[in-house]
């Protein structure tokens, strides 16, 4: 499947999509977070991310946190209808490998319905207080981890688990913090479309 060695950012263009890569779908998951990315930035057109699972040919296991279910894996097949991005993190395979492991240790966790609510609390808490409207980024949200997950959650985990930060720390990871990442050039697109 790869060419050998642990270089994982030099094989970035020319590699086929891996365990441990980020997949993103446009105007799925959460309705709420979704609907907020117009009152964020950067920009964003991906509202649902999880992580490649395990490959076969051009099939694809998933893991992902979804509102009514939490993290499950599941086959992508559920997305092949939609729009799909593919994400690499800059960083080694093994590092990918270690980050897909940790996620692995919360299937079964529930969906933070909770964080979903703070993220709307903490936003008009930032306009009232401003007086105006503004869009806003995922550094200027507060986060404190809990035992349940929203989908960008569990991939900002499962990288800060192995010393990347994809979102800043500190900072809430909503799908903006995703394309500040791809900006930043933490991550990058590996293909668009499935
Ligand atoms: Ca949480």
Same mark, same amino acid.
């Given at each position: 499947?790869?060419?050998?060695?642990?270089?994982?950012?030099?094989?970035?263009?020319?590699?086929?999509?891996?365990?441990?890569?980020?997949?993103?779908?446009?105007?799925?998951?959460?309705?709420?977070?979704?609907?907020?990315?117009? !009152?964020?930035?950067?920009?964003?057109?991906? *509202?649902? /991310?999880?992580?490649?699972?395990?490959?076969?040919?051009?099939? /694809?296991?998933?893991? *992902?946190?979804?509102?009514?279910?939490?993290?499950?894996?599941?086959?992508?097949?559920?997305?092949?209808?939609?729009?799909?991005? /593919?994400?690499?993190?800059?960083?080694?395979?093994?590092?990918?490998?270690?980050?897909?492991?940790?996620?692995?240790?919360?299937?079964? &966790?529930?969906?933070? !319905?909770?964080?979903?609510?703070?993220?709307?609390?903490?936003?008009? *808490?930032?306009?009232?207080?401003?007086?105006?409207?503004?869009?806003?980024?995922?550094?200027?949200?507060?986060?404190?981890?809990?035992?349940?997950?929203?989908?960008?959650?569990?991939?900002?985990? &499962? !990288?800060?688990?192995?010393?990347?930060?994809?979102?800043?720390?500190?900072?809430?990871?909503?799908?903006?913090?995703?394309?500040? &990442?791809?900006?930043?050039?933490?991550?990058?697109?590996?293909?668009?479309?499935?």
């Amino acid at each position: 499947m790869l060419a050998g060695g642990d270089n994982g950012y030099a094989q970035l263009s020319s590699s086929p999509i891996c365990p441990g890569d980020i997949f993103a779908v446009q105007n799925k998951g959460d309705t709420t977070i979704a609907l907020f990315d117009q !009152y964020t930035t950067p920009e964003t057109d991906r *509202h649902h /991310f999880g992580l490649i699972w395990k490959c076969q040919g051009n099939s /694809f296991k998933i893991i *992902h946190s979804r509102p009514g279910v939490g993290v499950i894996v599941e086959n992508i097949s559920r997305y092949e209808m939609e729009d799909l991005k /593919f994400y690499r993190v800059n960083c080694s395979w093994a590092l990918r490998q270690q980050a897909l492991d940790y996620a692995s240790t919360w299937i079964g &966790a529930k969906y933070d !319905y909770n964080l979903v609510n703070s993220v709307k609390e903490q936003a008009l *808490h930032i306009w009232l207080s401003e007086g105006e409207l503004r869009r806003l980024s995922s550094s200027e949200f507060s986060y404190s981890e809990n035992d349940r997950l929203i989908c960008t959650e569990l991939v900002d985990i &499962a !990288y800060d688990s192995v010393g990347i930060h994809l979102i800043t720390p500190g900072g809430l990871p909503l799908p903006c913090g995703f394309r500040q &990442a791809e900006i930043d050039g933490k991550l990058r697109v590996l293909q668009h479309g499935y």
